[in-house]
């Protein structure tokens, strides 16, 4: 099945403890991104990737780091978490077409909650 | 900065009544797609728009892209609780930035039977 998989699904964590969030995708997708969904704010960038090794900021990306050594993975790091950054995080992907029209596929997403 | 402002945040319906909500871009977009995210769950792609003032239906549902390509809406008839949710729209900037979505905030669609 196609498939974008987010771990964890659900996370407590302390301020300052660094967590990773994986994401991977089944699809041969260039294109992957993050976004968390806030209360009233809908769904902000935080990082995307063109591809292999091709990362760019999007909206808000303070607090975040992303990597992309493989195509199909593309995880999500806090260094150091803080409550801020409490939110529902999801992960999305898409081909890269000519016309710049992607259609995402989004994972089930990850709550996380910074204490 | 780009924006795509979506309203309203909120609608309530009672079963039956129809909804719509709605989309503006500061810019003119490339093309624009809506997403549909049940309680719970993650955004679905529903559509995507290209032309201006195009119109595309899905059963009960009616999309439109407005003839200068900066506001769209989503039109709902006769709700019913499957339509549970919240509508997202997401633009593609017209100068194409690296196939970067804008997403509107979204409107979140209850239903009351």
């Known amino acids: 099945e196609a498939q974008v998989t987010q771990n964890p699904r659900y996370l407590i964590t302390v301020t300052g403890k660094k967590l990773t969030v994986t994401c991977s995708q089944n699809m041969n997708h260039e294109y992957m991104s993050w976004y968390r969904q806030d209360p009233g704010l809908g769904l902000r960038q935080i990082y995307y990737?063109?591809?292999?090794?091709?990362?760019d900021k999007g909206d808000v990306p303070e607090g975040y780091k992303v990597s992309r050594k493989e195509k199909r993975n593309f995880p999500l790091i806090l260094e150091s978490p803080s409550p801020n950054q409490t939110s529902l995080y999801f992960c999305a992907s898409s081909l890269v077409r000519a016309s710049g029209a992607n259609v995402l596929t989004f994972g089930a997403g990850s709550r996380l909650t910074v204490l | 900065g780009q924006q795509v402002m979506q309203i309203p945040q909120y609608q309530h319906v009672q079963e039956g009544e129809d909804f719509t909500t709605y989309c503006n871009s500061s810019?003119?977009?490339?093309?624009i797609q809506w997403y549909k995210q049940r309680p719970g769950g993650h955004p679905v792609f529903l559509i995507q728009l290209v032309k201006s003032g195009e119109v595309k239906k899905q059963k009960r549902l009616t999309f439109q892209f407005g003839e200068a390509k900066k506001n769209s809406s989503l039109h709902i008839t006769a709700t019913q609780t499957t339509d549970v949710g919240t509508y997202f729209c997401a633009g593609l900037p017209n100068y194409n930035q690296g196939g970067k979505l804008i997403f509107g905030q979204g409107t979140e669609l209850s239903v009351k039977p």
């Open positions: 810019t003119t977009l490339s093309n």
């Open positions: 990737s063109m591809n292999v090794e091709v990362t």
